[in-house]
Every structure is written in structure tokens, then in C-alpha cells.
């Protein structure tokens, strides 16, 4: 028989590993308990909508429904269904077909993966992790710069540094109609120096242009008529007070004249949380106000205000923090040797779990059981405190060999335990100090330990 043929990921979808799951953890653990002290809501909205919701959403024009749309036919039925390219449009779908602002604004926040066809590269890729939050029916600036804060809350307690805050105001449609009129005018006086790109643009999303990266185009986007000089009264005061709030806390931005967002559903406020330290892809978080949306898809006049941060960036942001200690898998390994030990192994496994330890019980392999000494190499490299060996002598003697596992060999005790007394025993010794020196009580390190 002939080998068969490896089967590999999607071209731009990855695996996240076990050897990453914890930085994730860490990050989405840190992330959630900060959206709730600021009292927002979960939502978990379906991956596949009907492709009208984005198409509408998002907007016609845009890059994601141009080319990055996942869209397919369901042959079961001919529903044309999209895979999600961002989370919004889902939660305002929800927001409205659940009434959800019935009885007042809600905070909301949601988490998960977004698909976008686009050309695979560092930070960017066609399933990527999206966390998000959208503050639906506020208004003022407060909520605005309630979700600033509320990010900048989390790059601190990350410990990301050089995160900077770029702030713009793309005004209501009207503002930007007279905008765009002077835009396009400015623009084809500098038609040859226009790539196909905003060529393409010129007529369908001039605004867009402004955000090219083309180092050809920058000197003549800079001079650009700024939307920021066609802001009305309202949408001046808006800008006006937001800045004034996060003066007060002390919140460092620019203000980006240039900085649009790519989706069309936006007015107002935009942001984008940007870093130098990830290349091209810098944008770990981008936000803004999409007042007309919720409109726009038939519900009420609502204006909301929100964001979504890329997980892949901020998890690569984590990494370059330096070395992070491979956690440890367990806290017992539990090593076994015989019929009867292995019956007993397994008794014991489940009353150190019931007192709120991890414990890995040793199972076969196709190699066998394994040796004693194969099984420690296990328990070794588990990183568990405690090893808990039970063998034909323990069996005898009622009682299992507990071995801790960390610091230099010396130190390395080994008692026998009567088996009735084994898991008081290792709850002592994991509490009592051994693994965790800290004599804080409210220390959280081994919260689940203590009852
Ligand atoms: P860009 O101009 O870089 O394409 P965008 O406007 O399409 O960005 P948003 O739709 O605002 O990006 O998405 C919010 C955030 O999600 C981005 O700032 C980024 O951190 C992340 N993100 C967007 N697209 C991808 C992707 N293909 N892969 C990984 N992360 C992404
Ligand atoms: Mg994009």
C-alpha cells in the first residue's frame, strides 16, 4: 500500500498549539475580566450569516466585500451564506432581531474567529481571532473614550508598551460629502502619481485612498483636503469632548487626519491602537462609531461605538515581552506499576482531583506501561511538583511514595504516605510552601488549591 497523502491546514488558517495556548490564555483571561469591570455583556453570535448582512454592513466598496469574503452556496438548500469576516454586523443582527436595547443602551462584547480572504503574511491571515466589545445606544463622547481607556487599561495590565493611540473624526455623511467632492477634485490634479489601486478608488471610496501605503503616494495623500476641516458644529464637539475626557485621564493620542477605517458603516470617532514593533501589520486594535448602522438594518435610530483588537498581533506583541516560563502541566503525576497499583492509581487520581488538583495518571502507550524510570522521565517533564508512585511494595504497605519533583536533587524528598492520608499529605505540601513561596494570603496562585 502506498503512503497516503499528508493532509495540511488551510493555506492562512493556523493551529493554535499547546505550546501557545497558555500566552492565549493568559491574553483572552486578562481581556475578559477587564470587560467585565467595565460592565460589558458576552454575545456569541453564529460564524455564518446570511452574505446580505455583510454586504449591507460592511458596504459595498470596501476591500473585505470586493475580495475577502468567504461566500458560499449551501447545497442543501441554495441559502447564499458567508463565513464571518468581522463580528459586528453580527452583534448589531442580534442586537435587533432580540430587541436587545428594549429596555435601555447595553455593553456587549464578543470574541472568536473571523475568516477573510486575503494574502497570507506576518499578521495576517484568513482565519484570525477577533476580540470585541460595541457600546449600542450611547451617544456622547464618554462611551468613546470609555473603550479607549478600557484598551488601554488592558496594554497595561499585559505589560505592552509602546502601544500609541491615533484619533480621528470622520464626521456624518453630509461632512463628508462636501469632503469627498474637494477630495476627488484634488486628487485628479494628481492622477499620475495614483497607483491602480486608488485609480480604482477615485470614484467608488476616495476616502479610502488617504490610507494607502504606498511610500509613492504619501507626500501628495499628506497634503490632502483633511475631512477634519469639514466637521460640523456637532460632530467638532463630539471630537472636541472626547479629547477633553481622555486629557483628564491622562490618555496620550494623536490626532490622524488621514485614519479612516475600511468599512463604510462608520461616522465620528475612529482609532486604531498601533505598534512599531510588528512590522506592517502594526494595528493591534481599530474602533470607531457606526451611528447609522443599526438604522440602516431597519431597527431604530441607535448609535453604538465600538471595537475589535487582532489576537494574533497582541499574542506576538506578548512574545517579543521575553521568555515565559513553559507552564507546568500538573501538579501530581501519578506513576504506577502492576494490575492492583494501577487500580488503586486510578482511586487515587480521583480524590486529588476532587480536592482541586491536576493530576496526570500515567496511561500505556504502544510501547508499553513503561518502567518506573521511564514513568519519572514523564513525570519529570510534566513539570509536576509531586510525583505519586505506587508499586508492588506500596500495595503491601497501604501506602504510596509521594516525590517532589522541583529543586535540585537534594532537595528532592521522598515520603511514604499511608494512601488514607495521601491527599491531605500533597494538599499540605503544595499550600505549605514547597512549589510557591509566597506567604501573601490573598496570593491567587494557587487559589484552587485552598478550601
Ligand atoms: P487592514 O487595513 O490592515 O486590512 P482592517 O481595516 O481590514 O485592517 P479591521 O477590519 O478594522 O482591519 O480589523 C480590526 C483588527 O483585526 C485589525 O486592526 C487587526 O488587528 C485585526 N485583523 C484584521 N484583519 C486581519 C487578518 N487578516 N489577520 C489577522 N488580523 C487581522
Ligand atoms: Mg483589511
Known sequence: MSKPEKIVAVKGMNDILPQDAPMWELFENTAETILKSYGYQKIVTPIVEDTSLFARAIGAVTDIVEKEMYSFEDSMNGDKLTLRPEGTAGAVRAVIEHNLVYEGPKRLWYKGPMFRHERPQRGRYRQFFQIGAEAVGFSGPDIDAELIMLCRRLWDDLGLQNVRLELNSIGNADERLRHRADLIAYLEQHEDILDAEAKRRLHSNPLRILDTKNPAMQEMVNAAPKLLDYLGEESQAHLDGLKKILDRNAVQYTVNPRLVRGLDYYNRTVFEWV??????????????????????????????????????????????????????????????????AQAQAFIMAERLRDAGLDVVLHCATPAGSGSFKSQMKKADGSGAAFAVIIGEDEMANDQAAVKAMRGDAGEQQQANVPFDGLVDYVVDQIIGGGEHDCDDENCNEHGHHRH
Open 275 to 340: 505598534t512599531d514593533a510588528l512590522g506592517s501589520q502594526g494595528t493591534i486594535c481599530a474602533g470607531g462609531r457606526y451611528d447609522p448602522l443599526i438604522e440602516q438594518f431597519g431597527g431604530k435610530p441607535t448609535p453604538a461605538v465600538g471595537f475589535a483588537m487582532g489576537i494574533e498581533r497582541i499574542i506576538e506583541l506578548m512574545k517579543g515581552l521575553g521568555e515565559t516560563q513553559a507552564p507546568s502541566q500538573c501538579d501530581v503525576y501519578m506513576v504506577h506499576q502492576g494490575e492492583a
